[in-house]
């Protein structure tokens, strides 16, 4: 079984899962039959060993990691290659791969730049 | 004049200011004549006051100030608000908007699915 789990940073506010909520149903609709965790650096469960250790138990070999973040921060550059390694220590026959941040992707971009250019009119 | 000011959150990291560098050449790509500025709420600067201020000194009667967040959390409901009020009584001339979070833009949801599907090969 192969799985996506949508990590995000998390906040104080429990509203800000929705962020993510929103992405994973959005997958779901375009692919019902895929497993899609969402999972938290900060304030929010479930944490990503948290998220990655229950795909593990149910039998996972690949999970595909997705960090919808804006931009490689200090979240990205320190603190998750070394939870990765960890959990890739944790979890050997589960392929942990992790995919560049969401805000990189040249659509994610476009889509965030025609929002601006709509709500200001500016086209 | 009209503007339109994309804020970030903002980190640590210089690199991460370039995840709104890619956001305004998009726009800019799009719509060369807009005038496109940069704020942040913390570390980085300009700050949103900065910001509108150079704006409305450069005669801006209008700026739209897009939210690069993926969603709305303490800083949006809490902090953005008073800082508008403040900045609104400070430049009675110029009209400051304020758009709804790009992550709550059903193109940048479906661009971020698209991105996390593509990764995962989940289509």
Same mark, same amino acid.
Request: hydrophobic share 45%; no cysteine.
């Given at each position: 079984m192969k799985a996506l789990v /949508? /990590?995000?940073h998390g906040a104080r506010d429990p509203v800000? *899962?929705?962020a993510l909520e929103r992405v994973r149903a959005a997958l779901l609709d375009a692919c019902p039959e895929a497993t899609v965790e969402l999972a938290f650096l900060e304030f929010m469960s479930p944490t990503l060993s948290e998220a990655v250790d229950a795909l593990a138990a149910r039998? *996972?070999? !690949? #999970?595909?990691? #997705?960090p919808v973040f804006l931009a490689r921060g200090g979240h990205m550059?320190?603190? /998750? &290659? #070394? /939870?990765?390694d960890e959990l890739r !220590? !944790?979890? &050997?026959g589960c392929e942990l791969r992790l995919a560049p941040v969401a805000g990189e992707a040249p659509g994610v971009i476009a889509a965030i730049a025609a929002h601006a250019a709509a709500q200001a009119r500016l086209d």
């Open positions: /949508l /990590l995000g800000w *899962a929705e039998g *996972a070999t !690949r #999970v595909d990691i #997705v550059q320190r603190d /998750l &290659p #070394v /939870l990765l !220590r !944790r979890h &050997p």
